[in-house]
Nanobody, 119 residues
């Protein structure tokens, strides 16, 4: 199973970006997805999660600005980021809990995508 994050870039404060997480491989089902971020010199932090049932969690710092969604049970999902702030600057990673060909679940991490918000 591979997770590929994309969609990062440079944006001005107040702008928007949509990150994508594309899943591939022997996926029976994605039980949940999440996004983490790590800013320079800081610990990695959880940004948002979504379960197969549609339940979501958001860090307080992004509530009301970010929206996590799933594409479907096997393909991945998105993180829509609006009203971006300079403090949102970080490398963003997608994660997923996956049932692999009827086994698992297992946790997978994707590649990171850099988001830079200028003031």
């Amino acid at each position: 199973v591979q997770l590929q994050a994309s969609g990062g870039g440079l944006v001005q404060a107040g702008g928007s970006l949509r990150l994508s997480c594309a899943a591939s491989g022997s996926i029976f089902a994605i039980n949940s997805m999440g996004w983490y971020r790590q800013a320079p010199g800081k610990e990695r932090e959880l940004v948002a999660t979504v379960t197969s049932g549609g339940s979501t969690y958001y860090a307080d710092s992004v509530k009301g600005r970010f929206t996590i969604s799933r594409l479907n049970a096997k393909k991945g999902g998105y993180l829509q980021m609006n009203s971006l702030k300079p403090e949102d600057t970080a490398v963003y990673y997608c994660t997923a809990e996956v049932d692999v060909a009827g086994m698992g679940p297992y946790d997978f991490w994707g590649t990171g995508t850099l988001v830079t918000v200028s003031s």
